[in-house]
């Protein structure tokens, strides 16, 4: 039996999701949960086989989720399901241990399949978007990617660095480092570029 911990912030697909999955045989689901930090709750307590989450949740992403998962050492291995074909993401994915990538308009078996061969032990990803992941590398340092984060909020400089807890200059001048990275004319073209391939 493969064990299942399911992270979708959006509970109609998450139902639909769960009931998908328990019409599978070999496959359970421990636990459903809306957002990230519930994720990461959950595989702690339930320790499954697989996590299954969306990238962009509230709380933390299902990326950091996995990049936790991987920092702990823990044998859950993650699989994403997302909207997002992009690059970056991917890229992302892979860099925090990822094993699957897959587009929520996959038909369900693929998702089951794609199970099955992580549960085993090997990976399963969309292979035209693994060879577009090695493409254009994303520029941005942690930091720019978290303050550019926080411009895609609608915070203002001055509530960012008061959120990060650095100085208003410095956020200025991660925004002035992203913004010349990214070819952008303002702070918020940096944020969309940067949310368009994929890169926060």
Same mark, same amino acid.
């Given at each position: 039996m ?6 979708? +912030?959006q509970?109609?697909?998450?139902? #639909? ?8 045989? +070999?496959?359970? !689901? =421990?636990?459903?949960?809306?957002d &990230?930090?519930? #994720?990461w709750?959950?595989?702690?307590q339930q320790?499954? $086989? !697989? ?5 962009e949740?509230?709380g933390?992403? &299902?990326i950091? !989720? ?6 702990r ?8 399901i ?8 991917l890229?992302r994915?892979?860099?925090a241990?990822?094993?699957?990538? =897959? /587009? ?6 693929? =998702?089951?399949?794609?199970?099955r061969?992580?549960? &085993? &032990?090997?990976?399963?990803?969309d292979?035209e /978007? ?7 590398? $994303?520029?941005l340092?942690d ?14 400089? %001055? $509530?960012?660095a ?8 410095t956020? %200025?001048?991660y ?7 990214? $070819?952008?004319t303002?702070?918020i073209e940096a944020?969309?570029? #940067?949310?368009?391939?994929?890169w =926060?």
């Amino acid at each position: 039996m493969i064990t299942i911990v399911l992270a979708e +912030d959006q509970t109609m697909l998450r139902s #639909a999701l769960v009931s998908l999955l328990a019409m599978e045989k +070999d496959i359970e !689901v =421990l636990a459903a949960v809306a957002d &990230g930090n519930e #994720a990461w709750q959950a595989v702690q307590q339930q320790r499954p $086989d !697989v996590l299954v989450t969306d990238i962009e949740m509230p709380g933390m992403s &299902g990326i950091e !989720v996995a990049a936790r998962i991987r920092d702990r050492s823990l044998e859950t291995r993650t699989v994403i399901i997302t909207t997002f074909a992009r690059a970056g993401y991917l890229r992302r994915a892979l860099e925090a241990g990822v094993r699957g990538y =897959l /587009l929520k308009d996959a038909p369900t078996e693929q =998702l089951a399949a794609a199970l099955r061969t992580v549960h &085993g &032990g090997g990976r399963a990803i969309d292979p035209e /978007l693994a060879l577009e992941a090695w493409g254009e590398a $994303d520029p941005l340092t942690d930091r720019e990617r978290q303050v550019l984060r926080l411009v895609g909020e609608g915070l203002s400089n %001055r $509530d960012i660095a008061k959120r990060l807890n650095l100085a208003a200059g410095t956020v %200025r001048n991660y925004l002035s480092e992203a913004m010349s990275k990214l $070819d952008a004319t303002s702070r918020i073209e940096a944020w969309r570029t #940067a949310h368009q391939k994929g890169w =926060l």
